[in-house]
């Protein structure tokens, strides 16, 4: 029997200013609305909060942006002078960030600096059967993804390695991609798993018993676990525990 997977609108709002805010997202949860269907996004969720609290939400620009089914800080500026300086910041790589990811395996290295260049698949393959798919290639941007063992588990499954990331730049799906490329993908990817088919056969057909068993997790094990930026001066950081269905598959 198949289901789609819902949607976490349990976000939490960690810090608050009249110029910015932090949230902490919960997966799957899509930050903004997309022209393909309706459903809860984060955007919408924070404004539905303000409007509760009879306040106009106002301008609200992401600062740094989650796939759906990673969760994690998320900064949130808003008014047009926060966003020019959080968007500065960013460019200019002041703004810290760092993940934690479950993958497969056992790596043989404790620290791993992964610098493959990024492009999608599409360009350079004519029948691409999932569109997003990105690849490391000659031609793609530049990308450099830092990643540390911090702790190798066994389960009946096999071995599996808690990660802690950084990245250098920010490119699609990076992190996603480059764990893949160094031979550990992470637990629940659907595209980048090993095994593209899951990502076509959970469109397509939802959540499975067989997807369950290839997977072994409902969203991809990718949390950013650590935020932190210059503010008026002052060096703010925030920090979000592992989620509940991460710490379990950890035991």
């Known amino acids: 029997m198949s289901r789609v997977i819902a949607a ?8 608050e200013t009249v110029d910015w805010l932090v949230v902490d997202k919960p997966a799957p949860l899509i930050v903004h609305p997309t022209s393909k269907k309706k459903e809860p996004t984060l955007l919408c969720g924070l404004k539905e909060r303000f409007a509760a609290r009879g306040e106009e939400s106002g301008m609200l620009a992401f600062i740094n942006r989650l796939d759906r089914e990673t969760s ?6 808003r008014n047009a002078g926060a966003a020019r300086s959080f968007g500065k910041a960013m460019m200019r790589r ?3 960030k760092a993940y934690r990811a479950i993958v497969r395996g056992w790596p043989d290295w404790e620290e791993l600096r992964v610098d493959g ?3 999608r698949r599409g360009e350079i393959v004519e029948e691409a059967r999932v569109w997003v798919r ?15 063992v911090e702790r190798r588990i ?36 659907k595209i ?31 949390h950013a676990s650590r935020l932190n930026v210059d503010w008026n001066g002052e060096r703010r950081e925030w920090e979000s525990p592992l989620p509940d269905e991460m710490a379990a598959f950890l035991g």
């Open 8 to 15: 976490r609108t349990d976000f939490a709002v960690l810090e």
């Open 72 to 77: 994690g800080l998320v900064l949130v500026a």
């Open 94 to 96: 002041q703004i810290g």
């Open 117 to 119: 260049p990024i492009l």
């Open 134 to 148: 990105q690849m490391v290639h000659p031609d793609g941007k530049p990308c450099v993804t830092n990643l540390r």
């Open 154 to 189: 066994e389960r009946p499954e096999g071995r599996f390695t808690l990660l802690q990331v950084t990245t250098e730049t920010g490119r699609m799906h990076q992190i996603r991609v480059h764990c893949a490329h160094a031979g550990h993908p992470i637990v629940g990817d």
């Open 192 to 222: 980048y798993g090993g095994n593209e088919e899951c990502y076509l056969n959970y469109m397509e057909s939802g959540w499975t018993a067989e997807l369950r068993d290839e997977l072994l997790m409902e969203r991809q094990a990718l």
